[in-house]
Nanobody
Framework: QVQLAESGGGLVQSGESLRLSCRASSSRYPVYHMNWYRQAPGKQREMVARITKSGTTSYDDSVRGRFTISRDANNTVFLQMNDLKPEDTAVYYC??????????????WGQGTQVTVSS
């Protein structure tokens, strides 16, 4: 029902920046909220940032002030990551919430993109 194409990961040094992007193509239901999660080795997947359809944003405390989430009218979501730290190293996943006639479809995930920050 939905295809998610991520890009933008890579290897950077501490203090540098990266920008992730993810384009959502939904053939059936409208895309509402768009989210970025990350999963570090040996840890659970955690939400990093969220942007609603109306543009309201929220962030995990660990990235607030350093990361900025945004989206455009074509259902592409971006994550600008500044002042990266080694603890930001993880696989980053795009996730979108679809609004269905009966509720929500929340399990829509991108393939993941590796972000590695060296000290």
């Amino acid at each position: 029902q939905v295809q998610l194409a991520e890009s933008g990961g890579g290897l950077v040094q501490s203090g540098e920046s990266l920008r992730l992007s993810c384009r959502a193509s939904s053939s059936r239901y409208p895309v509402y909220h768009m989210n970025w999660y990350r999963q570090a080795p040996g840890k659970q997947r955690e939400m990093v940032a969220r942007i609603t359809k109306s543009g309201t944003t929220s962030y995990d405390d660990s990235v607030r002030g350093r990361f900025t989430i945004s989206r455009d009218a074509n259902n592409t979501v971006f994550l600008q990551m500044n002042d990266l730290k080694p603890e930001d190293t993880a696989v980053y996943y795009c996730n979108v919430d679809l609004k269905t006639p009966t509720g929500w479809d929340l399990e829509n995930w991108g393939q993941g993109t590796q972000v590695t920050v060296s000290s």
